[in-house]
């Protein structure tokens, strides 16, 4: 038997219902859980990387050319290492990258 109150469902009334079926299933597939942050194995740091380079020991009445030779080795050092541990690091992330 057939209700006589009833609405007629009508092309609309599916085009509603298929848009809120699509919503939903794609809100469902947002739904995930944190497993909280990935564990990660990085490698150690190089020994000759990241770390600071001596002072020249410089004492008075040295020659000022020479203190100025041993300064600037200590500045091209400690640059080459600056320059060397971003390399370095740059390649650590560029390894984690990788699928």
Known sequence: MHEQNAMPITSSHLRAG?????????????????????????????????????KPKLYKGQDARAALRLTGSALDQANERLKASGEWYQGVRRDFAEP
């Open 18 to 54: 298929l848009v809120a079926l699509s919503i939903a299933a794609t809100l469902t597939g947002c739904v995930t859980t944190n497993p909280g942050p990935a564990a990660r194995d990085l490698p150690p740091v190089p020994d000759e990387l990241m770390k600071p380079v001596a």
